[in-house]
């Protein structure tokens, strides 16, 4: 994906008050200097751009081979993947002419009308399926979700489409999507990486202001040379 694309994608984040600098914890417990929260998005405008870039980053892949082209199925995990699934199948739809199903969990198992813990698609044998994320840190929201969809025996997953892959380690010395693939057999494509995130922010202004400056960038640097694996 050439670099254009992903210092749109980037900038898009900033403006949306989607990511953000300062200090912060993520899920799997570690201090961040910056965060990417994807509830932060609340248009329908940032939802069409958002599904817009993921849609881009998906059919990308298919053009590279990376991802087949037989996917039928895009499902979010309870609760901000729900609106990057939907978001990113109308896109598919709109932009590329690929009508595409979706369908995403609840956090708790329904025990009245048609019951069960998931809703739009009914997955079935044979079913290729996406899973769309915002960010993966140490790839504790997919382990998580993986036997919700392993319960349909005969399903397979293509992979894992995030906004940001943060580089970080997961469990051990490896970084989460390298685990994450040697656990289970799943590739991730992220639309962009921390480095690309330093590259086009630093010292360059987004609305008029610096959001990485040089100090900024030391903590950022530091966070990556704690966490992070090269």
């Known amino acids: 994906m050439?670099?254009?694309?992903?210092?749109?994608?980037?900038?898009?984040?900033?403006?949306?008050?989607?990511?953000?600098?300062?200090?912060?914890?993520?899920?799997?417990?570690r201090s961040t200097p910056y965060f990417i929260n994807t509830g932060n998005y609340r248009t329908g405008k940032q939802a069409q751009q958002l599904g817009r870039f993921y849609a881009a980053c998906i059919t990308d892949n298919i053009k590279a081979g990376n991802i087949s082209?037989?996917?039928?199925?895009?499902?979010?995990?309870?609760?901000?993947?729900?609106?990057?699934?939907?978001?990113?199948?109308?896109?598919?739809?709109?932009?590329?002419?690929?009508?595409?199903?979706?369908?995403?969990?609840?956090?708790?198992?329904?025990?009245?009308?048609?019951?069960?813990?998931?809703?739009?698609?009914?997955?079935?044998?044979?079913?290729?399926?996406?899973?769309?994320?915002?960010?993966?840190?140490?790839?504790?929201?997919?382990?998580?979700?993986l036997p919700l969809l392993l319960e349909t025996e005969g399903v397979k997953i293509e992979g894992l489409i995030v906004s940001v892959d943060r580089m970080e380690r997961g469990r051990g010395e490896k970084t989460a999507i390298q685990e994450l693939y040697e656990d289970f057999g799943i590739p991730t494509y992220p639309i962009?990486?921390?480095?690309?995130?330093?590259?086009?922010?630093?010292?360059?202004?987004?609305?008029?202001?610096?959001?990485?400056?040089?100090?900024?960038?030391?903590?950022?640097?530091k966070y990556l040379k704690e966490y992070c694996v090269k």
Do not use: W
């Open 69 to 145: 082209e037989d996917i039928n199925v895009l499902f979010g995990p309870a609760y901000k993947g729900i609106p990057l699934a939907v978001s990113t199948s109308v896109a598919l739809s709109a932009e590329y002419g690929i009508n595409i199903n979706y369908c995403f969990n609840r956090k708790e198992k329904k025990d009245h009308g048609e019951g069960g813990n998931m809703v739009g698609h009914k997955l079935q044998a044979g079913d290729k399926i996406l899973i769309t994320e915002d960010v993966i840190t140490a790839g504790t929201a997919v382990r998580e979700t």
């Open 192 to 221: 962009v990486n921390v480095r690309d995130v330093i590259d086009t922010l630093h010292n360059t202004p987004v609305d008029g202001k610096i959001v990485i400056d040089d100090d900024i960038k030391r903590l950022m640097e």
């Open 2 to 29: 050439h670099s254009i694309y992903k210092e749109e994608f980037i900038r898009f984040m900033v403006e949306s008050g989607v990511l953000t600098f300062g200090d912060f914890v993520t899920k799997s417990g």
